[in-house]
């Protein structure tokens, strides 16, 4: 299957810097990518759907100035967590759809970034 | 925004035995789908649910699309200690672009 890989995997950082992550679609092309943003022993919330060539679609609540996102190619897709504060530490996973078949795209996500902010 | 609501939210089980597990949504979602997450990793896609009604398994998975397409649930039978993980239903809205909703999610044990 699709792969899709996240760098890094791990990033502790102080309280006031600016973190990037990096989603990678390995194997195959991806116009939109999605972030995902997970909270210990909590669901997947839906950040943003980054898009190739244009803005980020942002999920109501999210701020798009704290958490930027730019889809540089088709196979490349980045969060940067811009003033980062203890509460911006999170597991943050990325996916991106397959090929078009069907009704319904698989999304194959990443393998997700441990952010911890100090 | 969407709600998925999942349960139970957690279960301890022998192993050998069956688990069952259901999603409900206030929404039409048109197609459902089942992931398993290990700790520290992303969802792993465990079955695709594409039609009201339609039931599919995968191996020692089963799962079903409510025929109102608000509701879905998933049976893993006869569980074996890998089974162990956090189990995520997940909605595809409707109105396309393939954004996803998630569950709270299950978390499942299974006792040696």
């Known amino acids: 299957g699709a792969v899709v890989s996240q760098h890094p995997s791990r990033v502790i950082c102080k309280s006031g810097t600016s973190v990037k992550i990096e989603c990678r679609s390995l194997?195959?092309?991806?116009?939109?990518m999605f972030w995902y943003r997970q909270f210990p022993k909590q669901s997947l919330m839906l950040m943003a759907t980054?898009?190739?060539?244009?803005?980020?679609?942002?999920e109501q609540g999210v701020e798009k100035d704290k958490f930027l996102i730019n889809h540089a190619s088709l196979t490349l897709s980045t969060l940067t967590v811009t003033s980062a504060h203890p509460e911006d530490s999170s597991f943050y996973i990325c996916?991106?759809?397959?090929?078009?078949?069907?009704?319904?795209?698989?999304?194959?996500f990443g393998p997700g970034t441990r952010l911890t902010v100090l | 925004g969407q709600q998925l609501n999942q349960s139970p939210q957690s279960m301890f089980i022998q192993e050998g035995e069956d688990v069952s597990m259901n999603c409900t949504s206030s929404?039409?979602?048109?197609?459902w789908l089942w992931y398993k997450q290990d700790p520290g990793e992303g969802p792993v896609l465990l079955i695709a649910l594409y039609k009201a009604g339609e039931l599919t398994s995968n191996g020692r998975l089963t799962a079903q699309f409510g025929i109102t397409r608000k509701d879905s649930f998933l049976n893993i039978s006869a569980s074996i200690p890998s089974d162990v993980g956090i189990y995520f239903c997940?909605?595809?809205?409707?109105?396309?672009?393939?954004?996803?909703?998630f569950g709270k999610g299950n978390q499942v044990v299974v006792i040696p």
């Open positions: 194997d195959f092309q991806a116009t939109t």
């Open positions: 997940a909605g595809q809205f409707y109105y396309g672009n393939n954004r996803l909703a």
């Open positions: 996916s991106a759809p397959g090929v078009a078949g069907g009704s319904y795209n698989e999304q194959f």
């Open positions: 980054s898009n190739e060539g244009s803005k980020a679609t942002y």
């Open positions: 929404s039409i979602f048109n197609t």
